[in-house]
Nanobody, 125 residues
Framework: QLQLVESGGGLVQSGGSLKLSCAAS????????ITWFRQGPGKEREGVSC????????DYANSVKGRFAISRDKSKNTVYLQMNSLKPEDTGVYYC??????????????????WGQGTQVTVSS
């Protein structure tokens, strides 16, 4: 079964850090770019950060630049999102999604082939 599984969400105080993981099973991520999306309460889902298949190119939403860092470990078939200096507005369900080769945080969701089930991140003030 081809799937992405997110983990690492939780409850953290404002200013704290979390590291999310997106692990693929049933397929290799070598040809896939990964984007992290999030959906806050009452908000539309938005792209937060992405990394292309080689790991050489990344993209970030303006709201998280300088605070979040995306990376990938090919040996573990996993992509990570390190989130620092978290703010209450970062609260939401975080999803990872895979599309071939290249990505932008502005790519349409319909261009993604695989999605995870999401992990909840809650930042308290």
């Amino acid at each position: 079964q081809l799937q992405l599984v997110e983990s690492g969400g939780g409850l953290v105080q404002s200013g704290g850090s979390l590291k999310l993981s997106c692990a693929a099973s049933g397929f290799t991520l070598d040809s896939y770019a990964i984007t992290w999306f999030r959906q806050g309460p009452g908000k539309e889902r938005e792209g937060v950060s992405c990394i292309n298949n080689s790991g050489l190119n990344t993209d970030y939403a303006n709201s998280v630049k300088g605070r979040f860092a995306i990376s990938r470990d090919k040996s573990k078939n996993t992509v990570y999102l390190q989130m620092n200096s978290l703010k209450p507005e970062d609260t939401g369900v975080y999803y990872c999604a895979a599309r071939k080769y290249y990505c932008s945080v502005y790519h349409r969701e319909s261009t993604y082939a695989y999605w995870g089930q999401g992990t909840q991140v809650t930042v308290s003030s």
